[in-house]
């Protein structure tokens, strides 16, 4: 489980860096004396280096609007702009895009023209994060992979956006205005593949709806949660990494067994109001409680087998799997207390 889990994480933390291969084949077998014909379609705004004919780089130029794309394009690097609009006039012969970095411009939402986006059929990546945007932008391309829109004004999600993206692994709305009301729950519809959502720096109160079956990040740091639902992660079994920082968690707040699910390996709970260490499962790997009301640990208590088993466990045992808990800012002494030594034989580091 664990490995299968660490495969699909290591493909998603380097989706960013798989297409430089494909780069590279393009590149490799172009003939230099088709170096001229490439420089000569470039447009004057921008920058088309030989070695990467595929790519454009118009970022930082002060552009206001999006230039000419020539045909061979697949990477479009257009960040750091006074870019306002997004119309399809600059796209028609882009047929090839796979990469579109819009980042840090001027965009909102009426400034892009209806349907453009959708008509990139080989768009892969789209990046529009600090933007104007006030909605996720409709309609999409169909084989995203990779939407980021960061650090917008988004506070609405039209409904079915997201219902034909069945290819799309990364979704990032963190430091947005969403509202609870904001997220229905049928709003990640159609997300069978989604492997990270963020939605940190937003303004919820309630753990949010519907969560795709196949996440493996969740990202909900720096909201106004004060609740976890009964068996909320159960509708999302195969969730891995788990952030709640800067929360408004509380004991009352939690389920006896909230946190107690197999496949959480990293946990991140700083900066609420606890004020005991909730149950853990055995597989959990990395507990953050860090700032917290915390004045105590009991081993015996959080050791999630029986302490008595716990010391009968050899090192290959069935022994409890946590290897780094921080606990600092909160109002626990040293020493250690030994029974957590006991029962958590694979610790590597402790911060109190």
Not at 31 to 52: A, G, K
Not at 116 to 127: D, E, I, M, Q
Not at 151 to 169: A, D, H, Q, Y
Request: net charge negative; hydrophobic share 40%.
């Amino acid at each position: 489980m664990t490995l299968k889990v660490y495969t699909s994480l290591l493909l998603l933390f380097l989706v960013n860096s798989v297409w430089t291969r494909t780069v590279r084949q393009v590149y490799d077998e172009l003939d230099p004396e088709h170096w001229s014909h490439y420089t000569s379609e470039c447009p004057r705004e921008c920058f088309c280096p030989p070695s990467f004919p595929n790519a454009l780089y118009c970022d930082n130029k002060g552009l206001k609007e999006i230039p000419p794309i020539p045909a061979r394009i697949w990477y479009l690097y257009l960040q750091n702009n006074l870019i306002e609009t997004v119309s399809e006039k600059p796209f028609v012969n882009a047929t090839h895009l796979r990469w579109i970095n819009l980042n840090k411009n001027k965009i909102t939402n009426s400034g892009i023209e209806s349907g453009v986006l959708s008509k990139l059929k080989r768009l892969l990546y789209l990046f529009l994060e600090d933007n104007e945007l006030e909605e996720v932008p409709a309609p999409l391309p169909v084989g995203l992979e990779q939407l980021r829109l960061a650090r917008n004004k988004i506070s609405r999600i039209p409904e079915g956006v997201f219902s034909n993206l069945e290819n799309l692994t990364m979704l990032d709305l963190h430091q947005n205005s969403l509202l609870d009301s904001a997220l229905q729950s049928d709003t990640f519809q159609g997300l069978n593949n989604l492997m990270q959502l963020n939605i940190a720096k937003n303004a919820l109160k309630k753990m949010p709806l519907s969560i795709p079956a196949n996440t493996l990040q969740l990202f909900l740091d720096n909201n106004s949660i004060e609740v976890i639902p009964e068996n909320y992660f159960s509708a999302i079994p195969k969730v891995t990494f788990l952030r709640l920082n800067y929360n408004k968690l509380s004991d009352d707040g939690i389920p006896p067994n909230g946190f107690n699910v197999s496949s959480i390996l990293d946990l991140q709970l700083s900066h609420n109001q606890l004020t005991k260490i909730p149950p853990i499962n055995a597989q959990l790997e990395h507990l953050h409680l860090d700032h917290n009301r915390i004045k105590s640990v009991n081993g015996t208590q959080i050791c999630p087998v029986s302490i008595a088993i716990a010391e009968d466990y050899g090192i290959y045992g069935n022994t409890p799997r946590l290897r780094y808990l921080r606990l600092d800012g909160n109002e626990i002494q040293p020493p250690i207390p030994l029974d957590i030594m006991i029962c958590f034989r694979l610790l590597q580091a402790v911060v109190i």
